[in-house]
């Protein structure tokens, strides 16, 4: 048996403030800047993040506490009053390498992870792998197999944020493990 463990990141902004923006001409010049490139490799039997985990921006309610739902397709629904804002949420996403028919056993580190950030902490909990049908991830392994003829895999993953009634303003961060093992 072959295991790879990762490090996920969750990101989170609690609340948004409302602003007015300003839009002033400026005239063209030419600048000179740097960007920066990266690749990563992925060698057989193991896997790497492609994408953090985030709610993105959030109002929560006043009245009571509310859940934050991010499903592995990328969509977010609440309840109680939470308002979402933006399109800055996204679900987690991780590529890996097997061979065609080859069973792995995915599994999270911990069934409830915490935010930390400004105020309370937030609670994390039922990540859900983009799997058909959706299935919820535990510290207890679930097997899955390679249906790509290449071998080459991805896999979304959302999870839920309880978020409590006048939450403070904020990023709330914090990290999970997320552990793949080729049989």
Not at 1 to 11: E, Q, S
Not at 54 to 79: E, H, M, Q, W
Not at 121 to 139: A, D, M, Q
Not at 154 to 159: D, E, I, L, N, T
Request: hydrophobic share 40%.
């Amino acid at each position: 048996m072959c295991g790879a463990k990762l490090l996920g990141r969750l990101r989170l902004g609690a609340a948004i403030a409302a602003g007015a923006l300003l839009s002033v001409a400026v005239p063209a010049q030419a600048e000179t800047g740097q960007v920066g490139g990266e690749a990563v490799v992925v060698t057989p039997l193991s896997f790497i993040e492609v994408n953090d985990l985030k709610f993105g921006a959030i109002i929560p309610s006043t009245t009571a506490n509310g859940n934050v739902v991010l499903a592995p397709d990328g969509t977010r629904t609440s309840t109680n009053g939470i308002i979402l804002v933006g399109s800055s949420h996204q679900a987690a996403e991780f590529a890996g390498q097997g061979t065609f028919g080859q069973l792995v056993d995915i599994s999270v580190g911990a069934n409830t992870i915490w935010l930390t950030g400004p105020g309370p902490r937030l609670r994390v909990r039922r990540f859900t792998i983009g799997s058909t049908p959706t299935t919820t991830l535990t510290t207890n392994p679930r097997t899955f197999f390679i249906g790509s003829p290449t071998g080459i895999f991805r896999f979304p993953v959302g999870a839920e944020l309880r978020v409590r009634r006048n939450q403070p303003a904020g990023l709330y961060t914090g990290t999970w493990d997320i552990t793949l093992n080729y049989q």
